[in-house]
């Protein structure tokens, strides 16, 4: 059983930074890609950042030079660095893993339950 829970959501003005941090436990042998995605309401789930095992990234243009992934392998955790938060980036921020877990050839994707960012003034 592989579970990813988030956190690091919150309230903040616009301009603000916030960092969220979303960790996967369970019986992991290893993980792939991770990625956080968003959701606005009335609108789709949508991709916001990527990373790849080898640590490529890659953004929504929406979010360019604003936000940062990372990763602690160590720690099998994805971050991310959300500086200068805009009013559209309200959202429910998912994070998402691809994982192979113990024992298992196949690679799994997993979503976390959600935690919502809201930029408001």
């Known amino acids: 059983q592989v579970q990813l829970v988030e956190s690091g959501g919150g309230l903040v003005q616009p301009g603000g930074s916030l960092r969220l941090s979303c960790a996967a436990s369970g019986s992991i042998f290893s993980i792939n890609a991770m990625g956080w995605y968003r959701q606005a309401p009335g609108k789709q789930r949508e991709l916001v950042a990527r990373i790849t095992s080898g640590d490529s990234t890659n953004y929504a243009d929406s979010v360019k030079g604003r936000f940062a992934i990372s990763r602690d392998n160590a720690k099998n955790t994805v971050y991310l660095q959300m500086n200068r938060l805009k009013l559209g980036d309200t959202a429910v921020y998912y994070c998402?893993?691809?994982?192979?877990?113990?024992?298992?050839?196949?690679?799994?994707?997993?979503w976390g339950q959600g935690t919502q960012v809201t930029v408001s003034s």
């Open positions: 998402n893993a691809f994982i192979s877990g113990v024992g298992s050839r196949s690679v799994v994707g997993y």
